[in-house]
């Protein structure tokens, strides 16, 4: 396991961990310098590719991207979505794995977990990558969404589960959308970090994709809080630009690349 990883686990119980997904260098190099994790998620397919769900995206299309912003991060631990179809048997988890972590140079890759995948979590392992496990709402095997963990029944089963991960090797573990109670005692049943998305503070951290925070998604469940809101911002500067070149106002002698020249020809038709 690298130190990167190992650093992260020394930072439970003493300070929140922070993550963040990116799909391209340019955005990797701005969240390398305030997240802990950067993943590289199957969300790409709604926010880039404006599919439905996340289910049609392919593992070059993952690569792809990942290598993209694999340029852009220094200190952050990079976790990439191993996406769904990739990992249905654990000799095809592995290879597939095996396949994204050479390709891409990532730090670990993440599994959703469908309670019955334990075996591919260990199998991946014996490949010594690094596996990020996600419980809860996990979109590649639930199409209808609900917040879990609201009885006891439930809670019961969620830790079952994150337990049976974290043995078989999870070095952490995302929890999708569990009520704030089952967020709380999942966390502490468990010697590996939470990594909460809609499962409030009680987590050891917490995830959102990018674009939401930024509001260029159009995404905004209540679990989101829109820190910027860019699809306004562009739009203004869209609007602005195509004003001035209808009008001619762009470009002027300011844009031309090499200034103010005069150029006199005896050019004749």
């Given at each position: 396991m690298s130190n ?141 969404f609900s917040v ?57 951290g917490q995830i ?62």
């Amino acid at each position: 396991m690298s130190n990167k990883i190992k650093n992260l686990l020394k930072k439970r119980n003493k300070t929140k961990i922070v993550s963040l997904t990116a799909y391209s260098n340019h955005i990797a190099k701005i969240l390398d310098k305030y997240c802990d994790i950067t993943l590289v998620g199957d969300s790409v397919a709604n926010v880039l590719y404006g599919m439905k769900n996340t289910h049609e995206i392919n593992i070059d299309t993952i690569i792809r991207h990942s290598k993209s912003v694999k340029k852009g991060i220094k200190r952050s631990i990079m976790v990439v979505d191993m996406p769904k179809g990739s990992y249905k048997t654990p000799l095809q988890a592995k290879k597939n794995a095996k396949l994204i972590y050479k390709k891409t140079k990532c730090d670990a890759v993440k599994i959703e977990s469908n309670n019955k995948n334990f075996e591919i979590i260990k199998e991946i392992r014996k490949a010594k990558i690094p596996v990020m496990g996600h419980i809860g709402f996990t979109p590649q095997f639930k199409k209808k969404f609900s917040v879990e963990g609201k009885t006891k029944i439930e809670i019961k089963k969620l830790i079952k589960e994150a337990q049976l991960i974290e043995k078989a090797g999870a070095f952490s573990v995302v929890l999708e959308c569990l009520t704030p109670h089952a967020a709380k005692i999942v966390t502490k049943f468990l010697k590996i970090p939470t990594i909460g998305i809609g499962s409030s503070a009680n987590c050891d951290g917490q995830i959102l994709v990018t674009d939401d925070i930024l509001g260029l998604s159009g995404f905004y469940p209540k679990f989101v809080k829109k820190y910027a809101n860019l699809n306004s911002l562009i739009e203004r500067a869209v609007k602005k630009y195509s004003k001035e070149v209808i009008r001619k106002k762009f470009p002027n002698n300011k844009n031309f690349l090499y200034g103010k020249w005069k150029f006199k020809t005896n050019f004749q038709k």
